[in-house]
């Protein structure tokens, strides 16, 4: 992730307790997509294991395949051919030239979630202050999250280093946003990315900002976070003062300050939607 300046809400006040990196999600119900057919002779293989336990269903399968497909299109690689080896491997065919690492780009699983921090947030022993401290080493954060039930480790938001464990209990999901845009900050030019609440999301994040502005009526200072695949992008909290119940906004725009392509193709990439199944590259990519 790449640290980015800040978020707005549309037409409410957030305040900030940490940088945002830049990070959006998308609607689930895009248009169908294939990438049948019979791949070129020189293309390469990459080719991805399901890691669901026994394998997806063929629903998932079939997610899976049409948002690979549509990944591909939004890479700019032209041609790509997308295969189900059963219910446990996929391969994608990319034609001759295509850059390497685009393996790794594919698979992103482009899952966001929104918690209340504190109220999820498993706190390394002898963490006292209000944001905790990230724990500096995986291991450890691997080993206080098996001691706990539906327990995750996510990565600190840049720039701080290292690993938070959290309850897996999101109040929001990719589910909840909708009408995902890219944009240009008006003040600095640097990218933004915005996004409007479903209806039933809407209600949602204004309960979830309802419970941190109550708490934060009671003189603490608790935030949400929103988190992207495994790394926390903000942890913002409610402007009591100006919002004593919480938010009631259709959206929230992200502002960043990352390259205008990179924030293109994540604004296309998380509009086609998140990956059903978690894949993992098994080889061996393009030869270029």
Known sequence: MTGTSGIRALGAGLALAALLALSACGDDDDEETTCAGSPESEASPLTYEVGERGGATPGQMRRTIEILCGRTRALGIEGAVVSADGANR????????????????????????????????????????????PITSYGAARRLASEQDEAIVIRAE??????????????LANRDVRNLRQDADPATGNPTISFEFTALGRRRFARLTRRIAERAGRGSTPHFAVVVDAEVVALPTVDVSENPSGLDTPGLTLLGAIPIEEAETLTEFLEIGHLPVDLRLAGPGPRT
């Open 90 to 133: 996929i391969t994608v065919f990319v034609p001759e030239g295509t850059p390497r690492g685009v393996g790794d780009e594919l698979d992103r699983a482009a899952r966001l979630r929104f918690y209340d921090w504190e109220g999820n947030l498993i706190r390394a022993p002898g963490a006292s202050t209000a944001l905790a401290e």
């Open 158 to 171: 840049p720039p701080r280093q290292g690993f938070f464990v959290i309850r897996n209990r999101p109040d």
